[in-house]
């Protein structure tokens, strides 16, 4: 394991500080994937194993207690907000990242042995609830950690573009699950074969990438923000220090509530959303969500980079704007849409403005903290808001769409968005005022 740290970007290039902090990015993004992989695998493969957890012949009412659960989840991301940033901010990035990976195996490996309700009646979905508990702990302290670390080892010159590899990964770890996925279906197991016993390997998997991963992080260089930081301060990363920025906490909440309801309305419900809404097939909709996931990617460093150039608050205000204005009637017009194509065109154009804010909220909220809170900055507020806003976002819209009132779900993504925006046109630009050299 080394000590040597990733320095700030100098106004000369070199090559060999240039390949160290690729590499870092690199590795903490990859274990950023693996994760997510690892925490969508259960959202891609609801559809199989939601029998065997939940009984009953409604297949909308187990994909509900399916969100329930994954609601449920979230409850934990606040305490593991608070675990891993306080393990980021006083004993360092890496160990932090490395620790939360490790939680993501065991949760995963839970999940692929659990008996089934045939097998141990109600203890099966409670296995399966504290198994997704622990992926939650461990996301809960990923995400604050990983966006410091990106934020720290970048180029300050594109810092956007680079951090916005956070999103990169985060989806890419969705777009493994829905491959996977893929395979079963295509290549290797029947329909009934997976969901029997085949809904347990890529958990499986997912258990043995975490490792890999783990083992990756451990190697991972020390930013030179949290060394320099160490100098200044003697590190704390207390919630008693984070408090002394009350007005940066209140922006985080409100920069990441429309956003995140957003976020996880494009990509978790989507999936359950073309499938019992729109009417798609379970190919169909596997293709037309792989295919809008595919865009988001692609679009995460490009808006990465123009904030690089313009600043991240016109991004933010587009996202505010377009999505207060666009979500009600895109949503209702996917909803009436019975082609695939259609499907995939609609989703994307969400996506158009949806990236505004994926592609930058990583770096907007580590440039508003100091080096010795920023960590526990940035992932405890955004945990709160995240179980509130975000997890709850598909278990809302089922429930809606099972008392007859889908569209209301339309209106209230909608609002979420505006009360955000009304934070995107006041707050300042953290491009032009950033906190990212500051240890206080």
């Not at 969100?67 to 989840?73: E, G, I, L």
């Not at 409850?75 to 675990?83: A, C, E, N, S, V």
């Not at 955004?382 to 889908?406: C, N, Q, R």
Request: hydrophobic share 50%; net charge neutral; glycine share 8%.
């Amino acid at each position: 394991m080394t000590d040597q740290a990733i320095k700030p970007a100098s106004e000369h290039f070199d090559i060999a500080d240039a390949e160290r902090r690729i590499k870092a990015i690199f590795i903490g993004s990859i274990g950023n994937l693996v994760e997510w992989y690892d925490f969508y695998a259960y959202t891609a493969f609801a559809l199989y194993f939601a029998p065997a957890f939940f009984p009953g012949s409604d297949p909308v009412v187990q994909q509900l207690n399916v969100a329930v659960v994954f609601a449920a989840t979230f409850l934990m991301r606040p305490l593991g907000g608070w675990f891993f940033g306080y393990l980021a901010d006083h004993f360092g990035r890496r160990i932090s990242l490395t620790l939360s990976v490790v939680f993501m195996c065991f949760g995963s490996l839970i999940i692929a042995v659990t008996p089934t309700y045939a097998s141990i009646g109600l203890a099966a979905p409670a296995i399966l609830a504290v198994a997704r508990v622990i992926e939650g702990l461990s996301l809960g302290g990923e995400y604050g950690a990983s966006a410091t670390y990106l934020s720290e080892v970048a180029d300050p010159r594109h810092r956007g573009f680079y951090s916005s590899f956070q999103y990169v990964t985060l989806i890419g770890g969705q777009l493994t699950a829905i491959i996977v996925l893929l395979l079963l279906q295509k290549v290797f197991l029947t329909p009934e074969e997976l969901k029997d016993w085949g809904w347990r390997i890529p958990f499986a998997i997912g258990a043995m990438l975490a490792i890999f991963a783990a083992v990756m992080r451990r190697g991972l260089h020390e930013t030179e923000a949290f060394e320099e930081a160490k100098k200044v301060v003697k590190p704390t990363g207390s919630i008693a220090n984070l408090l002394k920025y009350p007005r940066e906490l209140l922006l985080v909440v409100g920069l990441t509530a429309g956003g995140t309801a957003a976020f996880y309305t494009f990509t978790t419900y989507m999936q359950t959303f073309v499938k019992l809404s729109v009417g798609l097939t379970e190919d169909q909709t596997t293709f037309v969500i792989f295919g809008t996931l595919i865009f988001a990617t692609i679009l995460q460093p490009i808006y990465g980079a123009i904030s690089d150039k313009i600043g991240r608050k016109p991004l933010l205000i587009f996202f505010g704007v377009a999505g207060t204005l666009a979500t009600v009637p895109l949503l209702m017009t996917l909803k009436e849409t019975k082609s695939p194509f259609m499907a995939f065109v609609l989703i994307c154009c969400a996506w158009l403005f949806v990236a505004g804010y994926t592609s930058i909220n990583a770096v907007v909220k580590a440039e508003l903290f100091p080096t010795n809170v920023r960590a526990l900055g940035v992932g405890l507020p955004y945990a709160i808001t995240v179980s509130l806003f975000g997890g709850t976002a598909p278990a809302i819209a089922l429930y809606f769409k099972t008392i007859g009132h889908e569209d209301w779900f339309y209106y209230y993504l909608s609002g979420i968005i505006c009360l955000s925006l009304i934070i995107y046109a006041t707050m300042r630009d953290t491009k032009h005022a950033s906190a990212m050299h500051r240890h206080e």
